[in-house]
């Protein structure tokens, strides 16, 4: 079993940055891809950014270049970087964990997840 808890989400205006973590208990993180999706109101839930095992990552066309996930297997946990972050990066913003047959961008392709911690950007 996994646990996730994710912390940093907070209010920023446009072209700010944050950073967001996600502390894993358990043990094996660092054989778990780790990946980052968020969740506007009203909208579906959309991947942002993944990384596996041995460091590789990836991130969709909406946040590369702004968005940069890294992880540290002695903390148990996974940043996400973001920068020059627009209004519509506004939302909750979810940690998740898988062991195997991940596929970064499909989140029922991951065993466990955070709560969530939200982001809003101003205007």
């Known amino acids: 079993q996994v646990q996730l808890v994710e912390s940093g989400g907070g209010l920023v205006q446009a072209g700010g940055s944050l950073r967001l973590s996600c502390a894993a208990s358990?043990?094996?993180?660092?054989?778990?891809?780790m990946g980052w999706f968020r969740q506007a109101p009203g909208k579906e839930r959309e991947f942002v950014a993944g990384i596996n095992w041995g460091g590789s990552t990836y991130y969709p066309d909406s946040v590369k270049g702004r968005f940069t996930i890294s992880r540290d297997n002695v903390k148990n946990t996974v940043y996400l970087q973001m920068t020059s972050l627009k209004p519509e990066d506004t939302a909750v913003y979810y940690c998740?964990?898988?062991?195997?047959?991940?596929?970064?961008?499909?989140?029922?392709?991951?065993?466990?997840w955070g709560q969530g911690t939200q982001v809003t950007v101003s205007s």
């Open positions: 998740a964990a898988g062991s195997s047959g991940i596929v970064y961008y499909i989140g029922s392709s991951y065993d466990y």
């Open positions: 358990g043990r094996s993180f660092s054989t778990y891809t």
